[in-house]
């Protein structure tokens, strides 16, 4: 467990029962956070209250609930003394019992910046990249998130990066602007270039395995895109898995949903064949348009255009939950993909 003792220091004290760690929690951090920070491997995915990964024991101590409606959680769990870590400000010391494995431990501690917008370009009708930067470097791994937190804006929003670590400090997002949504309408409508913005990061388990030999198979929906380009990117940056073979499948509903492939890869330099296979799933959209490729659902291309048995690839998939869901059923219940090679962040 040596790797997993944070140092405890200015601010409240988290003890983590049945351990050696503890760590400190600064005003204004949640449980989750301030754990990560720390290096200890607490288990978590979404990071806003969705997934219900982060559940822990609160054992001792009091905790202010950032989001008590949230879906990640059921009454009979608050009941029995349990809280999401993601939403639980300490209001002083606490005792958690926690899940906690090396798998959650962060490659790159998370740490909250001021990041400056730089530039914005369209992707799609309805997604734009978004470019920011903080001063130093962006230490981050190729398909992880950040959360953004915008002026005036109570909450933070969680976005996957597009583009990969550097030095510049350009932390990229391919953001889709949802209907009626405050945080994508003040990001498309109201933040202005050089405006600050609150950058908390990097977060997120659905990174590029570098140490894996098997092809690498992308699936994405909307803005899940936006952490596809960054696993390609980097994949064909390494010297240990840039010699294989990639798939990149996307699904809208309509032609207008789906970007240009052009428009995706601008900074790719691939060293291999990359198949991009874009699928519509309302044919009647598609009607009195160019469109020539697919229809149906993206997760149903996966049998049709893969060469090989669906066990010998590594997956990547971000996007709606139903898209989710379809592609780990077809993958794991109905052709027996090892858990282990399918690789994404649950979001709703």
Known sequence: MAAQVGSVGAGTTITLAGTQARFACAPGDTLLRAGLRAGIGLSYECNVGSCGTCK??????????????????????????????CQSLPLGNCTIKSRVSEVYVPRHLPRVQTARLEMVRDVTHDIREF???????????????ALLKLPGMPVARAYSMSNIGNDQGLWEFMIRKVPGGSVTTALFEALPIAAAVELDGPYGLAYLREDVARDIVCVAGGSGIAPMVSILDAAAASHHVRHLAAWLFYGGRRPADVPAID????????????????????????????????????????????????????????????MIEATIRLLVAENNVPQSQLHFDRFF
Do not use: C, M
């Not at 470019?131 to 998130?145: I, P």
């Open 56 to 85: 822990i024991e609160l054992l001792e101590g009091e905790v202010r609930d950032l989001w008590p409606e949230a879906p990640g959680i059921k009454q009979r769990d608050r009941d029995r003394g349990r809280r999401l870590a």
């Open 131 to 145: 470019r920011f930067r903080v001063d130093g470097n962006a230490q981050f791994l190729a398909g992880q998130y």
């Open 263 to 322: 428009n995706l890869l601008k900074t790719h330099h691939l060293e291999r064949n990359l198949e991009w296979h874009p699928v519509v799933s309302v044919p009647a959209l598609a009607e009195g348009t160019e469109w020539h490729g697919d229809f149906g659902f993206v997760h149903e291309l996966l049998p049709k255009k893969l060469t090989k048995p669906l066990t010998e690839y590594e997956y990547y998939f971000a996007g709606p939950p139903p």
